[in-house]
């Protein structure tokens, strides 16, 4: 296998960002047949041989947007200089055989792009794989059913109040068992709107439809959202309801 049976188109090939190129890249390595250890080597790879099938006029351009993948492997610990070897040789890393190709590499960008040291570690748990895969409807559902679960464990309300119901009457500004009473109507009332509209506007819509949201950092507003409202309940004791 060859970089031009990956792409052979040498457009196509061109238009593509450092970290694309660098998927291609690491699918053309990892299929190389045992033994075939000249490619791993920086010097061998952007001799002229690797971009011989392409148009001669383009051969140039072509090898500096492959070396622009390259140092995008190595800037990401998929490939890595091999030890006691002098020069330019490499080989792929653990991480690297394990993304092993294009479609490898877009579901390993997706979960480096999830920020899961700043989420509520519950919901990074739930949600990661389904953020992975690119289904972000399921992520952000999951997400916020740990708040609504929460929600019902921590204010001992009944199975049967659900969704916004569950959210108004746990966050109730005059007896709700999760209301800051130390705080003013004011931000009581601001709060019990707060986790009801999000309620609403996040977890319903996922509960009974395909919303079909396909940004992920909209996922990751979304999902952050919901992590926070998940600390504020950690951090709420139980009020006593008559």
């Excluded at 509209?197 to 919901?226: F, M, W």
Aim: include cysteine.
């Amino acid at each position: 296998m060859e970089i031009h049976d990956i792409i052979p188109d040498h457009n196509a090939l061109l238009a593509l960002e450092p970290e694309e190129v660098g998927g291609v890249i690491l699918e053309y390595l990892n299929a190389l047949p045992p033994g075939a250890q000249g490619p791993l080597n920086r010097y061998n790879f952007g001799l002229p041989h690797t971009v011989r099938d392409y148009p001669r006029e383009f051969q140039t351009n072509i090898s500096q947007v492959l070396m622009e993948g390259w140092m995008w492997l190595e800037r990401e610990g998929l490939i890595a200089p091999k030890p006691g070897e002098q020069g330019e040789w490499i080989f792929i890393t653990r991480r690297g055989r394990q993304v092993k190709n294009r479609a490898g590499l877009e579901t390993y960008r997706r979960s480096d792009l999830l920020p899961r040291h700043l989420l509520h570690p519950q919901i990074a748990q739930r949600v990661g794989s389904a953020f992975v895969r690119g289904d972000y409807d399921t992520a952000i559902f999951q997400a916020f059913k740990e708040v609504e679960v929460a929600v019902r464990e921590k204010s001992g309300l009944p199975a049967d109040l659900v969704g916004v119901q569950l959210m108004r009457k746990s966050f109730d500004v005059d007896d709700g068992p999760l209301t800051d009473f130390d705080s003013e109507n004011g931000e009581r009332l601001a709060t019990q709107h707060l986790f009801a509209g999000a309620c609403g506007c996040y977890k319903n819509p996922q509960s009974h439809r395909k919303v079909g949201i396909e940004d992920a950092a909209e996922a990751i507003e979304t999902i952050a959202l919901a992590s926070r409202l998940l600390k504020i309940v950690d951090a709420r004791k139980r009020n006593k309801v008559d």
